[in-house]
């Protein structure tokens, strides 16, 4: 049974950081591409970041780059995406799965909302 798990959303002022985690189970993480999602009020789903399956590269959106770090532990199969210099408009709720060039998992965890707001 696939399980995704978010964690580390919270309320943060405009400028701060928080750190999010994924633990994944029930398929195998480490012969996936993963990535974070995001879905603010009213609007679509969007990629945040995409990391391959040993990490060893990584993309961002235009809107995050320089402030969001994707990283994973396969060890741990566990994605993190720290993020910094926080702006009101990454207020959202945060997923994560697989990136949109593999196989859909066909599930999608309960997300971690994350708001930046004074």
């Known amino acids: 049974q696939v399980q995704l798990v978010e964690s580390g959303g919270g309320l943060v002022q405009p400028g701060g950081s928080l750190r999010l985690s994924c633990t994944a189970s029930?398929?195998?993480?480490?012969?996936?591409?993963m990535a974070w999602y995001r879905q603010a009020p009213g609007e679509e789903r969007d990629v945040v970041a995409t990391?391959?399956?040993?990490?060893?590269?990584?993309t961002y959106a235009d809107s995050v780059k320089g402030r969001f770090t994707v990283s994973r532990d396969n060890t741990k199969s566990t994605m993190y995406l720290q993020m910094n210099s926080l702006k009101p408009e990454d207020t959202a709720v945060y997923y994560c799965?697989?990136?949109?060039?593999?196989?859909?998992?066909?599930?999608w965890g309960q997300g971690t909302q994350v708001t930046v707001s004074t």
């Open positions: 799965n697989v990136d949109p060039g593999s196989r859909p998992l066909g599930f």
């Open positions: 029930g398929f195998v993480f480490n012969n996936y591409g």
């Open positions: 990391i391959s399956t040993r990490g060893s590269m990584t």
